[in-house]
């Protein structure tokens, strides 16, 4: 059963301020209280208190406008996050003048400001359409892409982030069709290109081959799929592909992976002199190109935009088609879903982060807000879900040209420019990057790419022969089996945690902070909880304070924690196991980790709160779905409690069913039920299916009724209203549904 109690710790400072999120809880504020000074213990409320909110920043970004040497807006330039709060843009051409660029241009997003770079040594020519990796932390990897005369590079150049300085290597082995508009990505020390243009036709690249970075070696080319302005990314052993365009200049919903596991020919190294030649068609013959002498540079060190043309060396030719890419290819198309965003409309940035494929689809002249939204492809399952709709991220006035992420997948960039352009300088009108949209992956539940590797729970191995079938990893599976142990069974514990029995945690809305309980008389608590107190001390920062001030527990080797048993016991498992996988005997179930939520928050450990929002996300169900949200609210994740109430309207006729919604609060019920637009309304079966909705179907901006107002189905279930007017007699006639 669903208890609706806020999660407080049991502690309080000397001043008997409760120790949570929202107050700094440093050891040096703590004073030692000997068992005998205290004659009474002091329990915090097992209520939900809505003042114990984290004031946590909102998930909702907000725009950054920039300084200083704004680039116009560019096309087909690179632009990377490169660390340190950094943002480097190379080459593309302008879309007003059509002039190609090789210039380097640097964003620092803590001064907001542009600056045009120097930069130095074996400077390339002009391109666009080329990639820019970061490469060993302070490098910018640079390949192909196209020059002015439309010449297709192959080339490779090495920008020196602290140095300014420009390198080309020296590569051997069989160099590959020149292209632009392909992919690339950086793995194990290996560079993959993937895909593109070349030649004068434009003919659409369906290769793949990779660069050793530690021999310079190219390998030999194979056939994979035709893509252009496409993203791939490595992931769980293999290489993805998705978006982008095929041979038939379609934008494509589907998804394409190579499994390089196992295969000699992506495994081994390559050496000097061992590489095949390159097979490649009779259509991928090279178009030569003369090269002039390399033109001077200016006293800034740059390559002024010029008739320059930075070819490849000759490359040998057969009429045999490459071979296919060897391992296990496969593909899927994305036909329909509820969820699945359309290509075919608005500005979409394909990224990856957290085991999940993200789809920015941002605003276009075309569309409307509504239309706009954050969308994941679980990897794991390949199910897209909603993170986050456009309107609560974008802004319906900027159109956004490129996106930037770090190499942890927790943040993302979007560079930009209004609408409607302004020009300070009285130049003449254009579009400029002169607007950042930064935003905080972690806030919308995504774990990063170093912590979802953490928690990928196939991926981990056993710690000790002991454990061989044990889901935990490292130390994890061999302290989970002293976990809850009596001392005398050998297991060593030696503290105590007592918590409130499930079945005794009653619903109260109005209660007060601190409950006094005379000594003497403690509440019905549940049965003891035989825990380490070396591994809290290690494992859990407020223990670790509490101990180290030696408060009444360090005396009693004992602690009350007022809160359901269930979610007592999961979280004191997570300090022993590092995991909330819902794993017996004690993996938690949503509930459990619901109040996991508030524990993280209160007891301030941001690790435990990004796990809990990220499974809550992915797991929410009609049967959960109220108290996640209600939790969500003490703990103030407003991105989790916004999702929650979305959900809870969409199912609003099942979820009121739940027991979880029974044992919510009448002021929880009440904050829920005004989730709703003022002026929505339920929506019964019958008008459901009429409209198309039964079955949990998505619904965006209606269109106008009878009576020329405008309607919009916000949930399945719940008809909501946006001019604020009466609803009688309504007439759902004209509805446009997405």
């Known amino acids: 059963m669903a208890h609706a109690a806020s999660y407080q710790p049991s502690t309080l400072f000397p001043d008997n301020t409760p120790a949570s999120s929202n107050i700094p809880t440093p050891a040096t504020t703590l004073t030692p209280t000997p068992a005998s000074s205290s004659s009474n213990t002091f329990l915090m409320s097992a209520s939900p208190i809505r003042n114990r909110k984290a004031a946590t920043d909102s998930y909702r970004p907000k725009i950054i406008s920039t300084i200083g040497a704004k680039p116009a807006c560019l096309v087909n330039a690179s632009v990377t996050y490169v660390g340190n709060d950094q943002i480097y843009a190379f080459g593309g051409f302008d879309q007003y003048t059509d002039e190609v660029y090789n210039h380097v241009l640097r964003l620092n997003l803590a001064s907001r400001q542009w600056n045009l770079v120097d930069n130095y040594g074996d400077i390339p020519g002009v391109r666009m359409g080329h990639t820019a990796n970061l490469w060993q932390g302070d490098k910018l990897l640079v390949y192909g892409g196209e020059n002015e005369h439309r010449a297709y590079l192959s080339d490779v150049i090495i920008f020196d982030l602290k140095t300014a300085h420009w390198t080309q290597p020296e590569l051997n082995g069989p160099t590959p069709r020149g292209r632009a508009r392909h992919s690339a990505v ?23 081959c990779y660069l050793d970075l530690k021999t310079w070696t190219w390998s030999r080319t194979w056939r994979f799929v035709p893509r252009y302005d496409h993203t791939s990314w490595i992931w769980n052993g293999r290489i993805w592909i998705f978006g982008g365009l095929g041979e038939d200049m379609e934008r494509t919903s589907e998804i394409w992976w190579l499994d390089l596991r196992g295969s000699p020919a992506f495994d ?7 590489g095949d030649k390159q097979l490649v068609a009779a259509r991928f013959q090279r178009y030569a190109f003369n090269s002039p002498a390399q033109p001077q540079t200016g006293s800034t060190g740059y390559v002024a935009n010029s008739s320059s043309v930075q070819v490849n060396p000759s ?3 057969s009429n045999r088609s490459p071979p296919v890419a060897p391992g296990s290819i496969s593909s899927l198309k994305f036909v329909s879903s509820p969820n699945l965003p359309t290509q075919a409309l608005g500005m979409h940035f394909h990224v990856y982060s957290s085991g999940c494929l993200l789809d920015f689809v941002t605003p276009a002249s075309i569309m409307s807000s509504f239309e706009t939204s954050l969308s994941a492809l679980d990897l794991d399952t390949l199910r897209w879900q909603k993170l986050a709709d456009g309107k609560d991220l974008f802004n319906p006035g900027y159109r956004w040209h490129y996106c930037a992420m770090n190499e942890d997948g927790t943040q993302a960039w979007l560079l930009g420019c209004p609408n409607e352009p302004t020009n300070n300088a009285g130049d003449a009108t254009g579009e400029y990057l002169s607007d950042v949209l930064p935003i905080d992956l972690r806030k919308l539940g995504l774990l990063g790419n170093t912590l979802a590797l953490e928690s990928r729970s196939e991926q981990k191995i056993p710690s000790s022969d002991a454990n061989t079938t044990s889901y935990l990893t490292g130390i994890g599976a061999d302290l989970a089996k002293t976990f809850n142990q009596p001392p005398e069974t050998g297991s ?13 945690i009653d619903i109260v809305d109005d209660a007060s902070m601190v409950e006094p309980v005379e000594h003497g008389n403690p509440p019905p608590t549940s049965a003891p909880i035989h825990v380490h107190k070396l591994i809290l001390q290690a494992r859990w920062p407020h223990f670790a304070r509490l101990w180290a001030a030696q408060m009444l527990e360090f005396h009693t080797k004992k602690m009350h924690i007022p809160e359901p048993y269930s979610a007592v016991r999961s979280f004191l498992y997570y300090l022993y196991t590092d995991s909330i996988t819902q794993r017996p005997p004690h993996g938690p179930s949503l509930n459990d980790v619901a109040g996991m939520l508030v524990m993280a928050n209160i007891y301030d450990m941001p690790r435990l709160r990004l796990l809990c929002v990220n499974r809550l996300g992915k797991e929410l169900d009609v049967e959960h779905a109220a108290v996640i949200w209600e939790r969500a609210g003490t703990a103030g994740e407003e991105y989790l409690k916004r999702r929650a109430a979305g959900y809870c309207l969409l199912h609003w006729g099942r979820v009121v069913r739940t027991t979880g919604f029974k044992c919510l609060g009448r002021k929880s019920l009440l904050e829920l039920c005004e989730e709703v637009d003022l002026e929505g309304r339920v929506v019964g079966s ?45 007439e759902d006639e004209g509805m446009e549904l997405n």
């Open 315 to 317: 490359q040998l030719a």
């Open 268 to 274: 081994n190294p390559m050496a000097y002199g061992t």
């Open 492 to 504: 060593g514990a030696d503290f105590i945690i007592t918590a409130e029995r499930d079945d005794d």
């Open 186 to 208: 950086i793995h194990d020390e290996k560079l993959y290109i993937l895909g593109g243009m070349t030649g004068h036709d434009s003919y659409v690249l369906d290769d793949i």
């Open 686 to 730: 019958d008008e459901l299916e009429l409209i198309g909705g039964l079955g949990g179907g998505r619904f965006g901006v209606g269109g106008s009724g009878r009576d020329g107002r405008k309607r919009s189905v916000g949930s399945a279930g719940v008809l909501a209203g946006v001019d604020g007017e009466d609803d009688e007699d309504v």
